[in-house]
């Protein structure tokens, strides 16, 4: 089960750690950055031990039962549930899909050039388009079948 309290003491010697070369200043403005614990809970680092640890647990424990029982994870924004996605994906050991909302492609986008949006956007573009309806129900049919989703 993933921690969901922070251990001060750890994350000031982390912090410690990995601002010894920077000036006090800016060892200060990364701490303030990192004070709030939504920044703290998204950090990649944690998503992706977390992800590990469930895919993991559900492969030993759910997975070897064969009685095609499957699972969801509830996340914190739209960003954490991508990179989930990607961590669990990549152990292996478990396959996943993203059911979320569509991304405003108005907040932030600028840009024109696709490289440069959100990666909320990119992910949406790339995996869901002008199908939103089509890929929700492709993603619930893997979800409630006997496939490996």
Same mark, same amino acid.
């Given at each position: 089960m993933p921690e969901l309290t922070i251990n001060e003491e750890a994350v000031n010697r982390w912090f410690e750690k990995?601002?010894?070369?920077?000036?006090?200043?800016? %060892?200060?403005?990364? &701490?303030?950055?990192?004070?709030?614990?939504?920044?703290?809970?998204g950090a990649a680092n944690r998503i992706e031990l977390i992800a590990w640890d469930i895919a993991s647990h559900f492969s030993e424990n759910i997975k070897k039962l064969g009685l095609g029982l &499957?699972?969801? =994870?509830? =996340?914190?924004?739209?960003?954490?549930?991508?990179?989930?996605?990607?961590y669990l994906d990549d152990t292996g050991?478990? %396959?996943s899909a993203i059911v979320i909302s569509a991304p405003d492609s108005r907040e932030g986008n600028t840009e024109v050039d696709e490289s440069k949006l959100p990666e909320v956007q990119k992910w949406w573009n790339a995996n869901v388009g002008n199908d939103q309806e089509g890929y929700e129900r492709? =993603?619930?049919?893997?979800? %409630?079948g006997d496939g490996d989703l």
């Open positions: 990995i601002t010894a070369g920077l000036s006090e200043a800016q %060892s200060a403005d990364l &701490k303030k950055k990192f004070a709030n614990k939504r920044a703290i809970y &499957k699972g969801q =994870v509830a =996340v914190f924004s739209k960003l954490d549930a991508i990179r989930y996605q990607g050991l478990v %396959s492709r =993603v619930l049919d893997g979800f %409630s």
